[in-house]
């Protein structure tokens, strides 16, 4: 069964430093989403992608994160210069549209700690 | 704004007995999907059942069904006959083009 994977499980970075996540969806699904989850809080919704183009941002995804689809297997955020409350866990989600009939499928995650 | 409310943090259950997730939402949207997801300590999301708005009948999922009242804006989640790999953390989540998800239960379940 296709399914989400995300690189690496676990990423330990020093304050101010740049990190990049990456995700691979699963191949025939258009609509890619990040979401955040700070250890013991709820997950909440970071961005949506679609055609090479950012769909729908929310508050916490300010100037220092980005998404890119580098080639067509990929898909990352980017963190420019980390900050402490930046750790959590990231999902990233893939879907095959984007209204609420299609599903959002989504990856392991990857642990972020920033020291 | 759409929100999702879970206002049961924690929960225990019994082995083989039945335990009930509360969930409720609030929308003005008219098409979307509910979910319940499981999270077990590795944090990876787990899909256990999900409810389309439209459709009246209950969703069923071999022990997890759900109570889905659209007027009410309430989505319960079943667990029959409880086991103890359904120990983990359940968050209730309303989808459209994006979820927004509630803030958690944690199930124990007692041997």
């Known amino acids: 069964e296709p399914e989400v994977t995300q690189t690496p499980s676990h990423q330990v970075t020093q304050m101010g430093q740049e990190v990049i996540l990456r995700c691979v969806p699963i191949?025939?699904?258009?609509?890619f989403y990040w979401y955040r989850q700070i250890l013991g809080q709820k997950v909440e919704f970071l961005v949506s992608?679609?055609?090479?183009?950012?769909?729908?941002k929310s508050e916490i995804f300010d100037d220092q994160f980005s998404v890119e689809r580098p080639d067509g297997s990929n898909f990352t955020l980017k963190i420019r210069s980390t900050k402490l409350e930046d750790s959590a866990m990231y999902f990233c989600?893939?879907?095959?549209?984007?209204?609420?009939?299609?599903?959002?499928?989504f990856g392991p995650g990857t642990r972020l700690t920033v020291l | 704004a759409q929100t999702v409310t879970q206002s049961q943090p924690e929960m225990s259950v019994q082995e083989a007995e039945t335990v009930t997730l509360s969930c409720t939402y609030d929308t003005s949207e008219s098409d979307y999907y509910l979910f319940w997801y499981k999270q077990p300590p590795s944090r990876q999301m787990i899909l256990v059942i999900r409810q389309e708005a439209y459709k009246q009948q209950n969703a069923t999922e071999n022990r997890f069904s759900v109570n889905f009242q659209k007027a009410a804006k309430s989505f319960s989640l079943k667990i029959s006959d409880s086991q103890l790999g359904d120990a983990a953390m359940y968050f209730c989540a309303y989808g459209t083009y994006k979820y927004i998800f509630g803030t958690g239960t944690r199930l124990k379940v007692l041997a």
């Open positions: 191949s025939n699904h258009l609509y």
């Open positions: 992608f679609y055609n090479n183009e950012i769909s729908e």
């Open positions: 989600a893939s879907s095959d549209g984007g209204t609420s009939y299609n599903e959002q499928f």
